[in-house]
């Protein structure tokens, strides 16, 4: 199953940004008292403190910090400090907040304990009961919802933070993001009202997670003009799009369902891409938001490219946004009727392998992703792209057992270990699996910064060659074995235990600058000998 996934939501100025900042233990989100600020939903994956009496297994979930609800009324004044106007931001801010409350497992409802109850904060409350009903109708149990009474800066504020539960849902966890008072209390809280884990260790070495949606979402993306509605209306089998030769007849993201061999699907078409300085208006401004909005709530992305065209550089920043949220993704060459056979380099008739070199030369991030040849006009390949696109959805939703994947890992580092930094050895001494869709692996290291970034690169690779992730986005999570107390984690500052003597001063590792890690062919070969004399005592 995926993480856990908290949303943070409440009305502008409230601290939704500080109290993620304070949980992620970094400037993940933009502080700033300016109404808008923080515009699109800011995701961070977390680590909480294991509580009592867990194993110690690391709890991982998602954390979204989403903009403040109803931002151009906050102060009562219509542009920012900066002249925007905040009127034209309402719409996709509120959009976005909406996008994380349906996909949350809990949702953390915030105010501001110093300013009390506003109108504002009773409206957004009547929105959110109305929530949880139509997630029931979708089939989804509805997130649960905890109040959360921020700027608490002692205990003064304490009484006017429990006004909060006025607004019925409870009796507020009551805590301060800036100076972390009561921080204890609320992770603890926070911990409580997570899902509980699920079963740690599968029955097989790999298997499907049940808890896997059963109905496919797709995404189509592309430039404008791709033909991605043509490619829906192939699969839906009727003409539910305007396909039409002008580019951008799509303004919306459009959902079709359709059924293959007894299995149902939902394609998402969205509206093809541009520049940004090239969009005519506010609607087609709003239509690319919605569409990468699309690319985050689907299982699989079809990435539909023009085979007639070069691709751009509106495509390559839409496959880093592909690669962003991990998603296995197919790319779709389509119009490959027309453009088989044209000349190619020294004028001979282009390939499929040519074009497979120039997409993997292109679209770097991609280069694991499957490509399938299409004409969605003629109906040829549609078939073969959503075979795939199967294959990469169950690549995606397979857990490994922990004895798999310590394995594998184990063999990895047969192969090729990790080199030794400052007279330090890295190592790995636990792999897991801690989440699906996508596959995220943590491992617990001794030391989290001997590991460099190529080498995390080859760790990639090779566990995406050994596993059935071959095809599909790995997310690793490393994390240092030597962790501080949790007493001390959720102190904020590490401090000394009562009565503990000061530490002693080290030397540096470095001796007259022989580092471990320095290649031999940098240095001189008679000083090297001397140094290493020197070093050894001799």
């Known amino acids: 199953m995926p993480l856990p996934r908290i949303a943070i939501v409440g009305r502008p100025n409230v601290g939704k940004s500080s109290l993620l900042n304070m949980l992620a233990r970094a400037n993940v989100s933009i502080v700033d008292p300016t109404p808008g600020v923080t515009r699109d939903r800011v995701s961070s994956v977390i680590e909480l403190p294991a509580m009592e009496g867990e194993e110690d297994i690391p709890r991982l979930v998602e954390i979204i910090d989403t903009g403040g609800y109803g931002i151009y009324t906050a102060e009562g004044r219509s542009t920012n400090d900066v002249g925007e106007d905040l009127t034209r931001l309402k719409g996709p801010i509120e959009a976005q907040i909406a996008e994380a409350v349906r996909t949350a497992d809990l949702i953390l409802f915030v105010i501001d304990a110093q300013a009390g109850l506003t109108s504002l904060d009773e409206t957004f409350a009547q929105l959110l009961r109305q929530e949880s009903p139509k997630a029931r109708k979708e089939g989804a149990a509805p997130a649960k919802i905890l109040m959360v009474a921020n700027k608490v800066d002692g205990d003064n504020w304490e009484a006017h933070g429990l006004e909060a539960a006025a607004l019925g849902f409870g009796e507020p966890a009551l805590v301060s993001a800036l100076n972390k008072f009561r921080r204890r209390d609320f992770i603890e809280t926070l911990c409580k009202e997570l899902p509980e884990r699920q079963a740690d260790e599968p029955d097989a070495d790999a298997v499907i997670d049940p808890e896997a949606p059963k109905e496919m979402k797709i995404a189509l993306v592309g430039k404008r003009n791709a033909g991605k509605s043509t490619f829906v209306n192939a699969l839906a089998g009727e003409e539910r799009m305007i396909v039409s030769e002008i580019a951008g007849t799509t303004r919306d993201s459009v959902d079709v369902r359709f059924e293959i061999d007894g299995r149902s699907f939902i394609a998402i078409d969205t509206a093809g891409f541009r520049k940004r300085k090239s969009y005519e208006d506010q609607v087609e401004w709003y239509a690319a938001h919605r569409a990468l909005r699309s690319v985050r709530r689907a299982d699989v992305v079809l990435f539909i490219i023009d085979a007639t065209q070069t691709i751009s550089q509106v495509e390559k920043q839409l496959s880093k946004e592909i690669q962003d949220h991990f998603k296995p993704c197919v790319v779709v060459v389509n119009k490959w009727d027309l453009a088989r056979g044209r000349p190619g380099r020294k004028g001979r008739p282009v390939t499929t392998a040519d074009f497979q070199e120039y997409i993997e030369k292109e679209l770097k991030g991609l280069s694991r992703s499957p490509i399938v040849f299409t004409s969605a006009l003629e109906g040829q390949g549609v078939r073969d792209a959503i075979s795939i696109a199967i294959e990469l959805f169950e690549q995606a939703c397979t857990r490994l057992s922990t004895g798999r994947i310590n394995r594998v890992m184990r063999a990895i580092l047969e192969a090729r270990g990790p080199t030794s930094k400052l007279g330090t050895q890295a190592k790995i001494l636990y792999t897991t699996q801690v989440s699906t869709q ?17 080498y995390i690169r080859y760790l990639l690779n090779r566990l995406a060659e050994m596993t059935p992730f071959e095809e599909v986005p790995i997310r690793l999570i490393i994390r240092d074995r030597k962790r501080a107390r949790l007493e001390d984690l959720l102190a904020g500052d590490h401090k000394l235990a009562d009565n503990a003597p000061p530490p002693k001063p080290r030397m540096p590792r470095v001796v007259h600058g022989l580092a471990d890690d320095i290649p031999e ?9 001397r140094l290493r004399s020197f070093k050894d005592g001799r």
């Not at 996508?438 to 190529?454: D, R, W």
């Open 438 to 454: 996508p596959p995220t692996i943590v491992l617990v290291v001794n030391h989290e910064p001997l590991f460099a970034p190529g």
């Open 521 to 529: 062919e940098e240095t001189d070969p008679e000083a090297l000998r």
